[in-house]
């Protein structure tokens, strides 16, 4: 028999570890961070029976984590050092033309790139995003209609 662990949190692993990479962009740390959240989780497994959305629980958790760590590295977080990048000639791959999307999903506001990676790699509905980062239903819909907006608009320009 599977214990609450294996059935609730170790399923969520490659989901949380893209997100720590997201805020992180580092593997190494990305995957120190998850290996704290999940002792955490392990040593707390009761107190986690009893949470309402665990998936919730595990993403704040880690969250934290990251951004302690982050702190300890001295990284900065935002746009500075972020390279200017170039449109993708005619005859890129595709995979060149994905990345050079996603260095550009990168360059978005936090909030923004946090809620445009839940909902369209992930593929999470408005409202775990919301319970996920606690905010409101709308702030994740506002969020995702300007991201997707200035991608739209950056694409134009090109």
């Known amino acids: 028999m599977n214990s609450f662990f294996e059935n609730q949190i170790w399923p969520l692993r490659n989901r949380l570890y893209r997100l720590a990479y997201l805020w992180v962009k580092d593997r190494a740390l990305a995957q120190d961070i998850l290996q704290t959240v999940f002792e955490k989780a392990l040593n707390k497994e009761d107190i986690l029976k009893q949470v309402q959305n ?5 993403v704040r958790t880690l969250k934290n984590e990251s951004l302690h760590q982050v702190k300890i ?15 993708p000639s005619e005859e890129d791959s595709p995979d060149h033309r994905t990345q050079w999307v996603m260095r550009f999903v990168r360059s978005l ?4 790139r946090e809620i445009f990676h839940l909902r369209e790699i992930e593929g999470l509905t408005y409202s775990e995003i919301a319970d996920y980062l606690e905010v409101s239903v709308e702030q994740v819909k506002v969020n995702l209609h300007r991201a997707r907006k200035a991608l739209r608009e950056y694409l134009k320009e090109k």
């Open 54 to 58: 665990p998936a919730g629980w595990m």
């Open 73 to 87: 590295q001295r990284r900065t977080s935002g746009l500075e050092g972020l390279e200017m990048f170039e449109e």
């Open 109 to 112: 506001p936090e909030k923004q």
